[in-house]
């Protein structure tokens, strides 16, 4: 055990980041095991929902940095190529439109 009050801190702060990780590493293996069951039970629609559940879970681990964004990248597309030859129709991800901004007025100019 530390002795070091800053070095006690990084120790508990350490356990806390490790007990965060481990909760979104898990939920990504889960997801993922949850589309392989989909893939083996050949129902488009359950294929489709779990690769979009895993999908998304990939992503959270990126944004957490829990894995890097290139092994998800790959993933993804193993998963997207999995679900092609099960029977699922591609997904698309649904992009959210860009909205403009109202241009910003200039201040009157004073007299």
Same mark, same amino acid.
């Given at each position: 055990?530390? /002795?070091?009050?800053? +070095?006690?801190?990084?120790?508990?702060?350490?356990?806390?980041?490790?007990?965060? $990780?481990? #909760? @979104?590493?898990?939920?990504?293996?889960?997801?993922?095991? %949850?589309?392989?069951?989909? /893939?083996?039970?050949?129902?488009?629609?359950?294929?489709?929902? =779990?690769?979009?559940? %895993?999908?998304?879970? &990939?992503?959270? *681990?990126?944004?957490? !940095? /829990? /894995?890097? #964004? $290139?092994? %998800? =990248?790959?993933?993804?597309?193993? &998963?997207?190529?999995?679900?092609?030859? +099960?029977? *699922?129709?591609?997904?698309? @991800?649904?992009?959210?439109?860009? @909205?403009?901004?109202? =241009? +910003?007025?200039?201040?009157? !100019?004073?007299?």
């Amino acid at each position: 055990m530390p /002795i070091i009050k800053s +070095a006690r801190k990084r120790v508990k702060v350490a356990a806390k980041a490790r007990a965060r $990780n481990l #909760k @979104t590493k898990r939920a990504m293996r889960e997801a993922l095991k %949850a589309f392989h069951a989909a /893939i083996e039970s050949g129902k488009a629609a359950d294929i489709t929902k =779990a690769q979009n559940e %895993a999908y998304s879970a &990939l992503d959270t *681990a990126v944004k957490k !940095a /829990i /894995i890097h #964004k $290139n092994r %998800a =990248a790959t993933q993804k597309a193993k &998963l997207a190529v999995k679900a092609k030859k +099960a029977g *699922a129709k591609p997904t698309k @991800t649904a992009s959210k439109p860009a @909205t403009k901004k109202p =241009a +910003a007025k200039k201040p009157a !100019a004073k007299k």
